[in-house]
């Protein structure tokens, strides 16, 4: 098991597309994820239960990742949680 912690810089936290950019992203993982926080606990297979978590900017989550390339793809994931998302307004 691989574990990194991220500190989340978007300022808007990890709402609906954040969460479901990571949720793409995590389910194309072979392994399994869990994403901890004070609030909770998640696996990285539901956006919805990513949101639940209610995320914030400056929130920091510890990434477990257990499986092939372990290492790469966690550190690939706090990437992803340090993102800071642009979207453009609609």
Do not use: W
Not at 20 to 31: C, F
Not at 46 to 60: D, H, K, P, Y
Request: aromatic share 6%.
């Amino acid at each position: 098991m691989f574990e990194i912690k991220a500190v989340v810089k978007n300022e808007a936290g990890i709402h609906c597309r954040p969460s479901a950019i990571l949720v793409t992203e995590g389910s194309a993982y072979s392994g399994e994820i869990l994403v901890l926080t004070e609030a909770g606990t998640c696996t990285l297979t539901s956006a919805l239960e990513l949101i639940m978590l209610g995320i914030e900017v400056n929130t920091e989550v510890t990434l477990q990742v257990t499986g092939p390339d372990e290492e790469a793809f966690g550190n690939k994931l706090a990437d992803l949680f340090e993102s800071l998302f642009d979207f453009s307004p609609e």
